[in-house]
């Protein structure tokens, strides 16, 4: 099962910032955060991860609260092509091997 | 980002036999991949993980015996699904990484779209 919990969905005005949440309230000490993206019918895009500094790329900033629990995915200026499937995902180490489990992520449709 | 690299994209196959699809890590070594199955509207499903040169770990519910997966190579894993059926036509993804390393990002493939008849 999935260890994050996110909006079903959110909208966003063209060329304001998107704010994604995800909460992770179980997440252990060494595990990271990672977003993806997928637009339909695609495979996801990596966008950013951190374990718990904030983190900025060139697609995405990454805010993570101090107690870990929770996170904010920050899109600066979307754009309509950012529209997509976000998926908050905690990667998890089980007896050696990691997983990658995706839960149900937020559909964000961006207006013009 | 590094580049992995899924074919075919699209198959239609007849209801028994069996479609193999090939997932590549074109530019690292991948270490680990990961599979997955996504039905419409749905999120992705991990079904089985894979280490180069041991055998694949299936998530529970997935048949080992169905879902053949081989990670024989550090570049190249495969997922063979014998004796479709119609219930298993779905979009199949892949994803690669290059260690087992939590501080690691995954690659996915672009998915494969089986659509069994």
């Known amino acids: 099962d999935a260890k994050t919990t996110q909006p079903t969905s959110m909208d966003c005005a063209e060329g304001r910032a998107a704010n994604l949440p995800c909460n992770h309230s179980?997440?252990?000490?060494?595990?990271?955060v990672y977003w993806y993206r997928q637009i339909h019918s695609q495979g996801p895009q990596y966008i950013i991860h951190g374990l718990k500094n904030n983190e900025t790329n060139e697609m995405a900033s990454l805010i993570i609260t101090e107690d870990r629990k929770s996170s904010t995915l920050i899109l600066p200026h979307a754009t309509l092509r950012d529209t997509a499937v976000y998926y908050c995902i905690v990667r998890v180490d089980q007896g050696g091997s990691e997983k990658l489990v995706f839960g149900k992520g937020t559909k964000l449709t961006v207006n013009p | 980002g590094a580049v992995v690299s899924q074919h075919p994209s699209r198959v239609i196959c007849k209801s028994g036999t069996s479609v193999k699809i090939e997932c590549r890590s074109l530019?690292?070594?991948?270490?680990?991949m990961f599979w997955y199955r996504q039905f419409p509207k749905q999120s992705l499903m991990l079904m089985a993980t894979?280490?180069?040169?041991?055998?694949?770990?299936?998530e529970q519910g997935v048949e080992k015996d169905k879902f053949l997966i081989n990670h024989a190579s550090l570049t190249l894993s495969t997922l063979t699904v014998t004796s479709a059926h119609p219930e298993d036509s779905s979009f199949y993804i892949c994803?690669?990484?290059?260690?087992?390393?939590?501080?690691?990002?995954?690659?996915f493939g672009q998915g494969t779209r089986l659509t069994v008849v």
């Open positions: 179980t997440i252990s000490g060494n595990e990271y």
């Open positions: 530019d690292f070594q991948a270490t680990t």
């Open positions: 894979s280490n180069e040169g041991s055998k694949a770990t299936y």
């Open positions: 994803s690669a990484t290059n260690r087992r390393d939590l501080n690691t990002e995954a690659f």
